[in-house]
Each structure stands twice: as structure tokens, then as C-alpha cells.
């Protein structure tokens, strides 16, 4: 790294630790700081197009095949074997017809969740876009006629002040050229937090959750469904059933990261509700 290169990462580090606000004013001033890798903070990304350095790539949980080819849900105990279907799937349990997450729910993909959801950290949207685009195939991008979020409850989104999803997807709609559509799709229906209960509970809880508002903006499109986490399936599944009503062509859902009740590696950080 050069001299001047250093000073101005050094800089850039003095800035950053000069913001002592929390909250969405600090994260609107970190937005207009460029910065060093996502992920470590030390090094500088790979491109001016990207936003992870070498290392943290590398170092990222990607999930990888053998994958179930519908849900995208991951094989860890046959790593050897082919794609194919999980017993969900098997079972068609899901409204969508397929489903893919970059990462596993955990180390800095989690991390960088958590920071944009929970610390309004609007910077992390960059890179978690860059994992979104980075499973979707060339045949994909093609395909989809429009991008929709799943949508927050109206008080939540109150609470909140943003909803993440949405975040996500315009932005990935904005890089792919795809139209963005974040009103189509409403929550009617309020939910308690989610973390504790399980893929039942967490159906019953959802059901009827969502309308579409528009039909006519979503009759005979292939839709890709963006949402931060996949854990059970049953939002994505519920909003996935209500534009399949509207008579959406297809409806491919797509997730940051996707959390597996039985792989937990440091379960002390499950306690952020996920759902929501
Ligand atoms: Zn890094
Ligand atoms: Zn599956």
C-alpha cells in the first residue's frame, strides 16, 4: 500500500471514529464515507466494484452445493453428493418456486444483517447487494420482469423508520435494471417476533399476513421476492402464495442469508429476532 493510500485510510478511520451518533443520522453521515472492506475494515476491496476485500470473500459462509434445488436449502452432512430435493421439498412445501440465500445466517453475513436491520447501518447495503447478485445467474437476471420486498407491517416500518428488504431490492433493482416494485406487496396483518417459535407456529402466524394491492402490475411476471433472511420459509412462502394469487407467473425468492435450526455455530446471537 502507498504512503498517500495509507494516509487516506487512516483519515477515513479518523472520520468514521468521530461519529458518535447512533442511529439512522450516523449511518446516513457513514453513507457518504467511502470506506475499506465491508467485512474487515483493513483491507481495500478487490475493485472499485466491490465491497469485500481477498480475504473476507474467501472467508465468507457461502453456501454451496449440494443444494436443494427449490428451497436452495444446503447439504452440509453430503458434501460429496449431487443437488436434490430436500424432504420439504419432497413434500411441496413451499408457494415459491425456487428459493436462494448467498451466505449461512452467521460471521459477518449475519453481522452485516444484524448492523443494517437492527443499527440502521444503511452502508452494509452495498455489500449485502453484492452477495444477492452474486447468486443470481446470468439466466436469472434475464428472466425476472420485476423485483419486489417483502413489506413490513406499517408499525414496524414506524418503529424502524426503513424497511431492509426494500433497501435491498432497490438497490439490486437499480444494478440489474429490473423495476422495483415496493408498494405491490402489503402486511395487513401484524406479527409478534418470531424468533421462538417454530415452522408451524410460524406459518400460523403469518397466514393471510399479506396482500397485493395491485394485481394488475403483477399478472404474468416472473417475480423475484428479496428479504434479508430466509429461516423457516413461512414469510417468504405467504407472500410467495398471495402474488401467485395475483396470478404472478413465477416467484423466485432470494435472501441474504438463510438460517438452519440446526446449524447454529454461535446460537448466543439468535436471540435478534430475524422475522420481522
Ligand atoms: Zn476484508
Ligand atoms: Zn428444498
Redesign the pocket.
Known amino acids: 500500500m502507498t504512503f498517500e493510500r495509507l494516509n487516506v485510510k487512516n483519515s477515513l478511520h479518523f472520520l468514521h471514529n468521530l461519529l458518535p451518533f447512533k442511529g439512522l443520522g450516523s449511518a446516513f453521515l457513514e453513507l457518504l464515507l467511502p470506506r475499506g472492506c465491508a467485512g474487515c475494515r483493513e483491507n481495500w476491496p478487490v475493485s472499485a466494484e466491490s465491497c469485500w476485500c481477498d480475504v473476507c470473500r474467501e472467508k465468507l459462509p457461502w453456501i454451496r452445493s449440494p443444494i436443494?434445488p427449490?428451497?436452495g436449502?444446503p447439504f452440509q452432512k453430503s458434501p460429496g453428493s449431487g443437488d436434490h430435493?430436500?424432504g420439504?421439498?419432497e413434500l411441496s412445501t413451499y408457494s415459491f418456486d425456487s428459493a436462494r440465500s448467498a451466505a449461512f445466517h452467521s460471521g459477518v453475513a449475519r453481522d452485516g444483517v444484524h448492523r443494517l436491520k437492527f443499527g440502521g447501518h444503511l452502508h452494509w447495503v452495498p455489500p449485502l447487494v453484492e452477495l444477492l447478485e452474486t447468486v443470481l445467474t446470468d439466466e436469472m437476471k434475464q428472466r425476472i420482469d420485476l423485483i419486489v420486498p417483502v413489506p413490513l407491517h406499517v408499525r414496524r416500518l414506524r418503529q424502524r423508520g426503513f424497511n431492509q428488504a426494500a433497501l435491498l431490492a432497490r438497490e439490486l433493482g437499480r444494478r440489474l435494471e429490473i423495476p422495483v416494485h415496493c408498494a405491490v406487496l402489503f402486511r395487513r396483518i401484524w406479527t409478534e417476533p418470531q424468533t421462538r417459535l417454530n415452522r408451524e407456529e410460524r406459518l400460523h402466524n403469518v397466514k393471510g399476513a399479506f396482500v397485493v394491492l395491485r394485481p394488475a402490475d403483477i399478472k404474468g411476471k416472473k417475480t423475484l421476492l428479496i428479504d434479508d433472511v430466509f429461516t423457516t420459509g413461512s414469510t417468504l412462502c405467504e407472500c410467495a402464495g398471495a402474488l401467485k394469487e395475483a396470478e404472478a407467473a413465477e416467484v423466485h425468492a432470494l435472501t441474504v442469508s438463510r438460517s438452519l435450526p440446526d446449524w447454529r455455530p454461535d446460537a448466543s446471537l439468535q436471540d435478534l429476532d430475524d422475522s420481522q
Open positions: 436443494c427449490v428451497c436449502r430435493l430436500c420439504d421439498c
